[in-house]
């Protein structure tokens, strides 16, 4: 059987956050119905095609290691249409052999009788996309809840017995300062949850932040500050025993994201839903990002249809070193040798070693991985390794 994961796309919010250019949409709630329809035409579909292929378990239904659902905003969903989801899944999923399922929470939809539900629907694993415990900077990121929310559903998520709980925060938000991000990540570890994400705001085109940059209206922290909170983030984190796994992942042993770590270890996966994207047969794959054309391609047939790239064993070698390196653990110059039949010192051994001299990789034993200076510069090392 091959190893696979499913990502698994709810492409509805209740507001669009200012920073945000995910392909979600608000206000579409009626669309709902429709959309969950095609999720599992989509997983029919694919589960048809691929049954020869070994991807199904005995009970012929796909059989990934991971299952993701993320997006938007799963837990927009009503009770019943996070049942009817579950069901789908079900009838199209063996969860039997998924070690990880993760959905993704807003505070400001996730209630406790929605938690309740996706426990008993086999959840293992909540991401909670906090972003910040402060309300200033919430509502000057057009997020819909409060902080006091965001813990509240936590600890109700503990009280239910989640034993896996990822916090997503932000930092370089309007309004943050190094004490504000301080009482976050205070927040944050005295919440005991077994897993931070954290991420530099980035200005994206066609956001609300973008449209208010244009007009002189966002006023986010200089420079200086944002490094100062990089330093502070990857200090406290650590220090309260949350290893960097990945450059902005932190989590406690044991508590890593495997269905992220596969990404970054060249692990096939399935993306369905509306703009999902699949790593699959050595191709890249795209759904269309809007409703109307995803469900207009399933209706259709169509699968695994619109192709990103159709990687060459160079763009291979290239992609293969960027995501390896993002993890602590970095490229592995054994996995490589076996899957390129080449030496990774033979193909990059020269821009490795002035890397090394400028203190941004290091070697130990096996494994080629960014230090704590290449992690904070990683783009000009990820350049490097581009044939
Ligand atoms: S809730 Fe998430 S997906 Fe929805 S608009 Fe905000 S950041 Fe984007």
């Not at 900077?137 to 006091?148: D, F, S």
């Not at 790593?279 to 890249?284: E, H, I, L, S």
């Amino acid at each position: 059987m091959q190893t696979f994961g499913i990502y698994i796309h709810i492409p509805f919010c209740r507001q669009k956050c200012f920073y945000c250019d995910f392909p979600s949409f608000a206000g579409r709630e009626s669309k709902i119905p429709a959309y969950l329809q095609a999720l599992e035409q989509e997983l029919y579909l694919l589960r048809r095609g691929q049954a020869e292929d070994g991807l199904c378990g005995g009970t012929g239904r796909l059989a990934p290691v991971t299952i993701y659902i993320g997006g938007g905003t799963p837990s927009v969903l009503s009770l019943p249409e996070l049942e009817a989801l579950f069901a789908l899944l079900g009838r199209q999923i063996d969860f039997a052999g998924a070690g990880e399922i993760t959905l993704e929470v807003n505070p400001g939809t996730a209630a406790e009788d929605k938690l309740q539900l996706l426990r008993e629907a086999g959840v293992t694993r909540l991401s909670v996309g906090a972003q910040s415990f402060d309300d200033g900077c919430l509502q000057a990121a057009g997020r819909i809840h409060t902080g006091q929310e965001a813990e509240k559903i936590i600890l109700q998520a503990q009280e239910l017995g989640f034993a896996d709980i990822s916090l997503d925060l932000m930092y370089g938000l309007p309004r943050q300062t190094l004490p504000v991000l301080e009482h976050s990540l205070a927040k944050a570890l005295s919440l005991g949850v077994q897993h931070i994400s954290i991420y530099g705001l980035q200005l994206e085109p066609g956001t609300a932040f973008a449209r208010m940059q244009e007009q002189g209206r966002l006023h986010l922290p200089d420079d200086a500050l944002t490094e100062a909170m990089y330093d502070c983030i990857n200090e406290t984190l650590p220090a309260a025993g949350y290893h960097r796994y990945e450059i902005s992942n932190f989590a406690l042993r044991g508590h890593e994201s495997r269905h992220n770590l596969s990404y970054w270890q060249d692990v096939p996966y399935l993306g369905i839903g509306s703009g999902a994207h699949s790593y699959w047969q050595g191709r890249r794959c795209f759904n269309q990002d809007s409703l109307a054309g995803y469900m207009e391609d399933i209706s259709r047939g169509k699968v695994l249809a619109h192709i990103e790239e159709n990687m060459t064993a160079q763009a291979h070698m290239e992609e293969y070193c960027f995501l390896a390196l993002r993890t602590a653990c970095g490229i592995s110059a054994a996995a490589f040798q076996q899957k390129f039949r080449q030496s990774v010192h033979e193909v990059y051994g020269k821009k490795i070693a002035v890397l090394a001299e400028r203190g941004l990789l290091r070697q130990t034993g096996d494994h080629i991985a960014l230090t704590d200076l290449g992690m904070k510069f990683g783009n000009q090392v990820f350049g490097e390794f581009l044939l």
